[in-house]
């Protein structure tokens, strides 16, 4: 990345001015570590008043400010440039290099100091210092930034997707409330499952939640140890029989031989969960869904295929992210956190592996988790 930085000299010494913007003219400072290279648009201002005059006007990122000039001195230029809250960085240049200016500067606010005499490579040693040091509090900002944009609309996201299962459990109450069904209880039994089933939905989003956030934290505990993988994909194709069979979707799987990885069980359960479920979910009634585990020798490969509704390429590009659901006719009573898929690529990672997905709309979809052993 390449960034171009506004840095003012202050000098009431013409001749110091232009020598400054003559080394700085062609300088590029490059920061590998950041991976940033920086050059210099160099301005002048030959007192205090003019230097203000030109902050106000064009605001710098970088200041070398003289310490004796005539009218408002450097230290007062400083006091002023900090009550505005300038963002730029101040380097201090005097002849009178004492400990107790140099302190007195810092605690105002100046990031450097450098001494008169200077020569061309001390003057780049620290302009490519400061240079640095504003670059990073310019990333740090705008990552800030990101990051309460982001916080915004995960928060926005996650208020919608909770407004609609209380609003549905709040009318279902109110129904319950006002004996709107009729004077049987029996009569009731349909809005209480569906309260049940909207608040069901609800847990599985908090739990979701925990989930993602214990993840990308780095917080989750894990317990890792050898685990037979066919083992857990039976396991959790016999917990999804009783929603396979509400959909008359047959799930097959037929192991060979045993697969074994170095992993979390608890994350593999969740991984090979959210696959199942989610073919059952989007499938068409009558359907099936297959399981294959492959073993290779670096990788395992979890391979879930469904004969469901799938989906366009516009849809598959949407399905990782957070909230994600794929939202047409076919699917609009289907409920979900739409952050299963958003999991199970940050498990994948752990593994250095990831997901990929094959589907077309109408021939179902297949869903291949890669984990490196």
Same mark, same amino acid.
């Given at each position: ?23 700085? =003219? ?53 006091? #002023? ?15 009178? #290099? ?48 990101? =990051? ?10 996650? #208020? ?37 089933? =909207?608040? +069901? ?6 739990? +979701? ?15 890792? !140890? +050898? ?16 929603? #396979? ?11 060979? +031989? ?27 009634? !009558? ?31 949407? %399905? ?14 289907? %409920?979900?956190?739409?952050? !299963?898929?958003?999991?199970? =690529? ?17 021939? !179902? ?9």
């Amino acid at each position: 990345m390449k960034e171009t930085l506004h840095l003012l000299i202050v000098d009431d010494e013409p001749g110091m001015r232009m020598s400054v913007e003559r080394v700085l =003219r062609k300088y590029n400072s490059h920061h590998e570590d950041i991976q940033v290279d920086v050059d210099f648009r160099v301005s002048q201002a030959g007192s205090g008043e003019e230097a203000m005059a030109l902050v106000a006007a064009d605001a710098p990122d970088l200041i070398l400010l003289d310490y004796k000039l005539p009218g408002m001195t450097g230290l007062e230029v400083l006091q #002023a440039l900090l009550e505005r809250k300038c963002e730029a960085l101040v380097v201090m240049i005097t002849a009178y #290099a004492s400990l107790e200016t140099a302190v007195q500067a810092t605690k105002i606010g100046a990031f450097d100091f450098l001494a008169k005499p200077f020569t061309p490579d001390e003057l780049k040693a620290v302009v490519h210092k400061t240079s640095k040091h504003f670059m990073v509090q310019r990333q740090a900002r705008r990552l800030a930034e990101e =990051r309460r944009q982001i916080r915004f609309e995960f928060l926005s996201v996650l #208020a919608h997707e909770l407004k609609s299962p209380l609003a549905a459990v709040e009318g279902n109450l109110f129904i319950l409330r006002d004996h709107l069904a009729g004077e049987l209880i029996a009569d009731y039994d349909p809005w209480v499952d569906r309260s049940i089933q =909207r608040l +069901d939905g609800m847990r599985k989003l908090i739990f +979701d939640l925990l989930d993602l956030t214990r993840i990308e934290s780095g917080q989750k505990q894990r317990s890792l !140890g +050898d685990v037979e993988l066919c083992a857990i994909a039976t396991s959790c194709l016999e917990a999804h029989q009783s929603l #396979a069979a509400q959909k008359q979707v047959s799930l097959r799987f037929h192991p060979k +031989d045993a697969v074994h990885l170095h992993a979390d069980p608890g994350e593999l359960e969740i991984i090979f969960n959210n696959l199942v479920s989610n073919a059952i979910k989007y499938n068409r009634d !009558g359907g099936t869904v297959e399981v294959v585990i492959l073993n290779e020798p670096t990788l395992v490969r979890i391979l879930v295929r469904d004969s469901g509704i799938g989906m366009s390429g516009e849809e598959v590009a949407k %399905l990782f992210g957070e909230f994600s659901r794929i939202k047409n006719e076919k699917t609009r009573n289907i %409920l979900g956190s739409g952050l !299963g898929l958003s999991i199970l =690529r940050r498990l994948a990672a752990l593994y250095e592996g990831g997901v990929e997905v094959v589907s077309e709309p109408g021939e !179902g979809s297949t869903f291949t988790v890669t984990l490196r052993k």
